[in-house]
């Protein structure tokens, strides 16, 4: 299941990267053509637009799943396994639930959204719409292998035991420091 998470975070990251790239290039572009071409591309703001989404909703999910949000970075200082596992789990279950209802609202109006049309691109707005449960969808399951990976396992290497360790100086892996967890 791993293999699976891990493939599913690669190809976000991969798809935000260029997103992030088609953004600069088409708003880039687009100057270039209105300032010194005097000649705008109608496509271009649509193009910048769909990109834009696509990379900022997938940057919430690479973030979640990187456990790099508010919430987290609050709790590393909580020395007590038990009240971290507490913590984590609350926090987990609002990761999961926000994100639950926004995929399903997301997925709910796609119906509505594909109905409408860019008009420079003549393709439905709804390929725009579709990132909110595509990625919404992802965070909830990152929320729950964040949540697992707590309460069960060792954090991955981003995770929050490792910046536990940092915070702490100690090695929390180390029986001697069974407390601390």
């Known amino acids: 299941m791993n293999w699976v998470l891990d493939a599913l975070y690669k190809v976000m990251m991969a798809t935000a990267v260029l997103g992030l790239v088609l953004v ?14 005097n000649a705008s591309a109608s496509w271009a703001p649509e193009v ?31 020395k007590n396994r038990g009240v971290n596992v ?8 609002a990761i999961v639930a926000v994100s639950a209802i926004l995929a399903w609202y997301g997925f709910d109006s796609l119906s509505v959204s594909y109905r409408r049309v860019f008009p420079a691109l003549g393709i439905a707005t709804g390929w725009m719409h579709l990132a909110v449960p595509v990625s919404f969808g992802a965070c909830v399951v990152f929320g729950i292998e964040g949540w697992v990976r707590t309460v069960f396992g060792r954090e991955t290497k981003d995770g929050l035991l490792e910046r536990m360790e940092a915070v702490s100086g100690l090695d929390l892996t180390d029986p001697k420091n069974e407390e601390a967890r």
């Open 86 to 93: 507490v913590l984590n789990t609350v926090a987990a279950a």
């Open 48 to 78: 910048a637009q769909l990109a834009f989404v696509w990379t900022a909703l997938f940057a919430i999910a690479i973030g979640v799943r990187q456990r790099r949000h508010m919430v987290m970075d609050a709790f590393t200082s909580v």
């Open 24 to 37: 600069v290039s088409v708003v880039s572009w687009q100057v270039f053509s209105r300032y010194v071409t």
